[in-house]
């Protein structure tokens, strides 16, 4: 009877967690682990995926690890205490969180991946993953169309600790690479950091007054960027960047930043939650672990109907 | 066990959960995995299976004038998620009306289907090609096989650099012949005018 399979499951479910130290939450909880809400991107993930764990009847328990792979363990153990149902990740490096996503599946947790994969299979139970690198030759595709196929143009690195900042550098010269008249004056790691950007536009500019683009490679540098360009006078530069922010769309709409490109971040959230919540009840999700999600080209074309990291129909 | 022919046996086993894959001192084998799948599957596999499942490009463009969704169920495979679209085989017969590999590296074939003058759907003639249709179009070459979106990405333009380099040569102008293709393409939008990946252009005589 399916009342006495709940009881069961509950049963087990505080037991487990009774057994741990730490206290047993009342109601069934998903835990929601992101890096910092202070870039918009995640944020629209977790609020993506808290909503629909809570239309699904779920508790949340809102976490962020700081693209710190030790601060993501000690998150993960208290998750683990807690007894959640369930692990929502964007993880803190794709080796290095190998460990706490088979952790969790030892005490009996399943993790749901977004947005970035980890590097083996049959440890989380779904990596639905964005596909950077397709997203990336979509920007660089888009980038080389506007330059002519031609011209001088700097390049702004991620993060260097964060896989997407060398696979969307990779996606990049991908595509770029192919033009042999496009030429690369500089090439440097702005941290994923608007502020950052600006100051190493600044001196790109310096020492080469001929740049005529710059792609990036996420759109609070290229806010940056842009920002640097139009106080020196050099709206001509084309910008592209990558993520669809609400930031870069407005940009686009006013005819600065020329492109981004859109990972469904709201979207690949709440799939994780219905992954999870299909996991919960039946044991598998009937789909397989890795998908891979792809990113959508946003330019002055459909920039409108962008809205929080998802495409208005 | 050579390192490659175990590799190829592995994928095909379709188990290769967490496997890494290493380059060995062998230097008569292939280094190169990637290389290794694409001549082992391109002209063996993948253009048969094309071939074998292409709508013709007529057809496949009424049914996506009814409804999207339905010319995907019958005639494609969904990919990528919500920022993806449906993936079709198709093939056809057409006249170029413009052949653009002069003024750029992406070059493509401007091709007219219904012989109204104006162009249906564009064919890529590379060297410069864009996507992954030929990649995702069948179930040939499962991501959950790959280490990571890189590895899936390189195999992805190992298959348009060799579907490219099997096109009629650049300084045949291809404009105003008539051609037979078959080839994969994915749609996202009804309205959208197809930009297909061939794996071969015959000029008609």
Redesign the interface.
């Known amino acids: 009877m399916k009342l006495t399979k709940r009881l069961l499951m509950s049963v087990v479910a505080l037991g487990i967690a009774g057994a741990m130290s730490g206290t047993a939450l009342a109601a069934d909880t998903i835990a929601i682990i992101t890096p910092s809400h202070s870039n918009p991107f995640f944020k629209a993930e977790a609020d993506g995926a808290a909503a629909k764990a809570k239309e699904l009847g779920y508790a949340t328990m809102v976490l962020v690890h700081d693209d710190d792979a030790n601060k993501q363990s000690e998150l993960f153990d208290s998750a683990i205490a807690a007894g959640v149902k369930a692990i929502i990740l964007d993880n803190a490096g ?1 080796d290095a969180s190998v460990a706490a996503v088979q952790k969790a599946k030892d005490k009996g947790i399943p993790s749901f991946l977004i947005d970035r ?1 980890i ?4 440890v989380a139970v779904s990596q ?2 964005s ?4 997203g990336a ?1 979509l920007g660089a ?1 888009e980038f ?1 169309k506007l330059m002519g ?1 031609k011209g001088n143009y700097a390049e702004l690195l991620g993060k260097e600790s964060d896989t997407n900042a060398g ?1 969307r550098s ?2 990049y010269h ?2 770029i690479d ?2 042999s008249e496009m030429k690369l004056v500089a090439k440097q790691t702005a941290n994923w950091s608007q502020t950052e950007a600006y100051t190493v536009m600044e001196s790109m500019l310096q020492a080469h007054p001929d740049i005529k683009g710059v792609i990036s490679g996420n759109d609070t540098m290229a806010m940056g960027a842009y920002a640097a360009l139009e106080a020196a006078g050099r709206k001509d530069v084309i910008v592209v960047g990558f993520d669809g922010s609400n930031d870069v769309r407005d940009s686009i709409k006013k005819g600065g930043i020329k492109a981004t490109v ?3 971040a709201y ?2 959230a709440q ?1 994780a939650v219905e992954q999870a919540d299909k996991f919960i009840k039946t044991g598998k999700t009937g789909l ?9 080209l946003i330019n002055a074309a459909n920039a409108e109907k962008l809205e929080t990291f998802a495409l208005k129909p | 066990m050579k390192i490659t022919t175990l590799f190829v046996a592995s994928l095909l086993a379709a188990s290769v ?2 496997c ?1 894959l290493v380059k060995t001192g062998d230097s008569e084998a292939a280094a190169d995995p990637i290389a290794e799948i694409v001549e082992t599957t391109f002209d063996t596999k993948l253009v048969p299976a094309l071939t074998e499942k292409a709508a013709e490009l007529a057809t496949l463009q009424n049914a996506i004038k009814g409804s999207l969704d339905k010319a995907g169920e019958s005639y494609g495979v969904r ?7 449906w993936n079709f085989p198709v093939k056809g017969t057409a006249t170029v009306l413009e052949d653009t590999r002069a003024s ?3 070059g493509v074939a401007e091709i007219d289907v219904d012989g109204d003058g104006k162009a249906d759907a564009t064919l890529q003639l590379g ?2 090609v ?1 996507g ?1 249709a030929l990649r995702d179009t069948t179930n040939l070459y ?3 096989t790959f ?4 590895e ?2 390189k195999l992805g ?1 190992a298959l348009n650099d060799k579907a490219a380099s099997k096109l009629p040569a650049a300084d045949i102008e291809l404009k105003g012949k008539k051609v037979n293709f078959v080839g994969a393409v994915v749609i996202r939008t009804a309205s959208e005018k197809p930009l297909i990946t061939p794996v071969s252009i015959e000029v008609a005589p």
């Open positions: 794709a994969e590097t083996t299979a049959g639905i993953v596909n950077n690198y397709q030759q595709e080389v196929e696979i990779q996606g991908d595509v192919q033009y859109l990972q469904p979207q690949q799939n397989d672990e890795k998908q891979l999600m792809d990113c959508i | 959960s967490g890494k990919v990528g998620g919500a920022g993806g679209g750029t590296k992406a060297p410069v864009k992954s499962d991501f959950s280490r990571d979106q890189i899936y990405a333009r």
